[in-house]
C-alpha cells in the first residue's frame, strides 16, 4: 500500500470516528442504550487501531451474553435484524444458483439461519 492510500484511510477513519464520538454523546444525552452506544465506542476504537476483529467480536459477544443470556431487548432485537439480513442474502443466492454443490450448501446455511431465528422464538 502507497503512503498516500495509508494516510487517505487514516483521514477516512478519523472522520468516522469522530462522527462516531459525536453520536455516542449525543447517545448519553438522550439515555440511549448502553450496550449499543459501547458498541459505537468500540467500532471508533476498531478504527483508531485499524483492528476490525476488536469491534465483530465485541458485537457478537454483546449479542450473546446480553441478548441471549441476558434478554437485553435491543441486543436480541439486534440479532434477530442481522440473522434475517444474513437469511435474506443466502435465500437471494439459493434462488439464483444452479450449482449442486453451492445448494447444497446454501441449504445448510439457511437452515442453521431458520434453527437461530427459533431459538430466539421467531418465526423464520
Request: charged share 30%.
Amino acid at each position: 500500500m502507497e503512503s498516500i492510500d495509508i494516510y487517505r484511510k487514516y483521514q477516512e477513519n478519523a472522520k468516522k470516528t469522530e462522527l462516531l464520538q459525536a453520536e455516542i454523546l449525543k447517545g448519553l444525552e438522550r439515555g440511549d442504550n448502553l450496550a449499543a452506544l459501547f458498541l459505537k465506542a468500540m467500532k471508533a476504537l476498531s478504527l483508531c487501531t485499524d483492528n476490525s476483529i476488536l469491534y465483530s467480536q465485541a458485537e457478537q459477544d454483546i449479542r450473546i451474553v446480553y441478548g441471549l443470556a441476558l434478554h437485553e431487548p435491543a441486543a436480541q432485537e439486534q440479532a434477530e435484524a442481522q440473522t434475517r439480513e444474513r437469511l435474506e442474502k443466502l435465500r437471494a443466492l439459493r434462488a439464483d444458483s444452479t450449482d449442486d454443490e453451492t445448494c447444497k450448501r446454501l441449504d445448510i446455511a439457511i437452515a442453521m439461519h431458520i434453527k437461530q431465528l427459533k431459538n430466539m422464538g421467531k418465526e423464520a
